[in-house]
């Protein structure tokens, strides 16, 4: 790439591509969300994504170059269940004039995923949350979700590896949990139910690796990221580590059906096991569903937690009980109900 000796900060672009005028389609105006890792813009019918120059123990985008890496893997992965809902990849540009500009102008100075915006009232999370939950859309969705699971690449673990990679997450949920303050005694104790499970089923788990389960999965399968149109779309993979990708599919739908249940529905996680079942003649046993979704709430608790360490103390205000809240369904699950 091209250097440039003015290399905007953060705030300048995000103050660009929150103004209308800068896009190349109509809009009045530019909604604007912050997450975690990224800035998000909605412009009219399309959506604009920019890496935040951050790192983390799993990724660093804190050079341009590596952003554009990441947009371009963005891109890529989620054709498998977002289909044309990706566009592609933009360039932002420094013009000669000082000034910012999108659609190849200018020198590079960083990079946007562009999306099709999708329907709100379509989002599967946002249907949970009032009520309006189309279930033969939620049938579809699995529908997806189970051929693509059923048609993946099998990825090799034998037994053994499969059991230490999920002890070693346990283990690893524990110690950044304890890290950030959180009351050791209950996070012992979800994370003992985690470890017992696992050793009480351990022949069941090691089956699902051998049996050839394990697939490269979408790895971040939540109800806001699952639109119910027609056909129905799944964005927003984990796009920067193949490893965290590589799961059971039992795993991620487990996870999902846990989103769903947080949120207040029940009938969403039997109708994606459901139809998983009837497609790809696989019945993943109670045990192992409890565990994956007691499993995956201590992630989201660890997950949660990490926003203590934003510099804003008001986005920091909910997260210690968004994190003790996830503890508490791991604790649920962790007991083995078969729920």
Not at 31 to 38: A, G, I, R
Not at 184 to 207: I, N, P, W, Y
Not at 290 to 308: G, P, V
Request: some cysteine.
């Amino acid at each position: 790439m091209a250097e440039t000796s003015r290399l905007p900060e953060i705030e300048e672009k995000v103050a660009f591509l929150s103004d209308a005028a800068s896009y190349p389609v109509e809009a009045d105006s530019v909604e604007v969300q912050e997450t975690h890792m990224s800035w998000v813009f909605l412009v009219g019918p399309r959506v604009y994504k920019l890496k935040k120059p951050v790192a983390r123990q799993l990724f660093d985008f804190t050079t341009v170059d590596n952003r554009y890496k990441n947009c371009v893997e963005e891109a890529r992965l989620n054709i498998r269940l977002g289909g044309d809902t990706y566009i592609g990849v933009e360039q932002l540009g420094v013009l000669a004039g000082g000034g910012l500009a999108l659609g190849g102008q200018g020198i590079p100075v960083d990079w946007l995923v562009v999306m099709r915006r999708l329907p709100a009232a379509s989002m599967l999370e946002m249907q949970i949350k009032s009520s309006a939950v189309e279930y033969q859309r939620v049938r579809d969705a699995a529908e997806l979700l189970a051929r693509f699971y059923d048609s993946a690449a099998s990825v090799q673990l034998s037994g053994e590896q499969y059991l230490e990679r999920l002890r070693r997450g346990i283990s690893e949920n524990y110690r950044q949990l304890t890290d950030y303050s959180l009351p050791e005694d209950r996070v012992r104790s979800v994370c003992d139910q985690q470890m017992t499970l696992l050793g009480k089923h351990s022949v069941q788990f090691a089956d699902r690796a051998t049996a050839g389960r394990l697939v490269e999965a979408h790895g971040d399968l939540r109800p806001e990221h699952v639109c119910l149109t027609d056909p129905p779309v799944v964005i927003d993979c984990l796009e920067f580590s193949r490893d965290l990708r590589i799961r059971d599919p039992a795993d991620e739908l487990a996870f999902l059906a846990m989103e769903c249940q947080k949120l207040g529905d029940e009938k969403v996680g039997r109708i994606l096991f459901e139809v998983y079942g009837q497609i790809t003649g696989d019945e993943p046993e109670a045990c192992l569903v409890d565990f994956y979704k007691a499993y995956r709430a201590s992630e989201r608790a660890r997950l949660a937690i990490w926003h203590l360490d934003d510099d804003d103390q008001e986005r920091r205000g909910p997260w210690r009980q968004k994190a003790l809240d996830y503890l508490a369904i791991a604790s649920h699950h962790g007991e083995g109900s078969g729920s």
